[in-house]
């Protein structure tokens, strides 16, 4: 078994899993669907050998853009609609509770920790609209959950997330909040706006390769979680953002796109924006995981 050909080789590479160490049993899983699916895609479209070179090329360069500002095998993920997947696999939807999506590439971790209906904006844009966004996190018989954190971050009126832009202060549009005793939410930002994700380097190469159009719809990204609750990765859209039938990255869910009204004066806001979201309880989500 160990002399190939085009007709054994994927046996063979398969029967090689754990012959001279331990592998368990998920590893082994992965493995053999990988090493399946890969020579089958390799036979399907006869793959040459400089394609395979270049392949291996491209994506040495895209390790070569990971940084703490831009993770370039994440972007090419969502390009591709595999984190979307992924998350849709990993995070099913049981009853009431609120839909997930994509974390995407531009999350930075230890944002400001703000008070409820405190602002995220440091630097103000003339194009910008202002917006007080407020909601109530629920379980899934509809009570407030109090002490939900959440972790929220957009794109600047420029289209540019803060950690991309040097012109902007750190962590602009990026903060940390808690719901009150009752679940509800607050706090001021701005108007997301459709922006191209960054369409140089691999991640333009993959978008140009497939013919496809870089832009996002506008939307505002949530981290919710609390103990003993599963956490909850999601964004809400603009209904009346342009590319919401046709994101770049494929992440738009319809239970996810909210609208933006006129804000009422005592606000201090051009918009209000409400959102409720529902989390599951996590020994529910481990029950349902058991069966």
Partial sequence: MGIVNQDNITDV??????????????????????????????????????????????????????????????????????????????????????????????????????????????????????????????????RGIAGVILDVWEDAPNGIYENLDPDQPEYNLRGRFETDENGHYAFVAVRPVPYPIPDDETAGELLRFMGHHPNRPGHMHFIISKDGYRPLISQIYDADSAWLEEDSVFAVKESLIGKFKPAAADLGTDLHFEFDFTLKAQAAVQAVAAE
């Fill in 13 to 142: 590479v398969i029967a090689s899993l754990g012959k001279h160490g331990d592998i368990t049993n998920r590893e082994r899983e992965i493995a053999t669907g990988l090493i399946t699916h890969l020579h089958a895609f390799i036979k399907d479209v006869k793959l040459q050998h400089s394609e395979f070179l270049a392949a291996c090329t491209y994506l040495a360069r895209a390790g070569k853009l990971c940084n703490e500002n831009r993770q370039e095998f994440i972007l090419l993920g969502d390009i591709l609609g595999v984190e979307v997947l992924v998350d849709m696999m990993t995070n099913p939807i049981e009853g009431n509770e609120s839909e997930s999506t994509v974390l995407g590439p531009f999350y930075r971790e230890n944002p400001p920790v703000l008070p409820k209906g405190a602002s995220t904006i440091q630097k103000h844009f003339d194009n910008e609209e202002t917006a007080y966004f407020e909601g109530y996190i629920k379980d899934d018989a509809g």
